[in-house]
């Protein structure tokens, strides 16, 4: 069974950066798409960030220009950079990954909380 775990979350003021990682383990295989979501309470999940093996990347248009979404296949991880952070960019950020076009696999989640 695939798991997901993620670090990086925290508290920042607004402008500043954070980086999100997320290791996936009970796998030898290469996960095909893997990518980040965010819930802000009271709001729907959303996706933020995807990237699928070969490198393609596709991104929520709120985020563009400020976050870059990376993986390492060779160790199944995939990494969120983000950059000029925003206070409505607060949200449970949650790693998800899959083995064809669909995310099959889910994180606990990590908080990030941008003051203003």
């Known amino acids: 069974q695939v798991q997901l775990v993620e670090s990086g979350g925290g508290s920042v003021q607004a402008g500043g950066s954070l980086r999100l990682s997320c290791a996936a383990s009970?796998?030898?295989?290469?996960?095909?798409?893997m990518g980040w979501y965010r819930q802000a309470p009271g709001k729907e999940r959303e996706l933020v960030a995807g990237v699928i093996r070969g490198g393609n990347t596709n991104y929520a248009d709120s985020v563009k220009g400020r976050f870059t979404i990376s993986r390492d296949n060779a160790k199944n991880t995939v990494f969120l950079h983000m950059n000029s952070l925003k206070p409505e960019d607060s949200a449970v950020y949650h790693c998800a990954a899959g083995w064809l076009k669909e995310y099959a696999y889910w994180g606990q989640g990590t908080q990030v909380t941008v003051s203003s």
């Open positions: 009970g796998t030898m295989l290469s996960l095909n798409v």
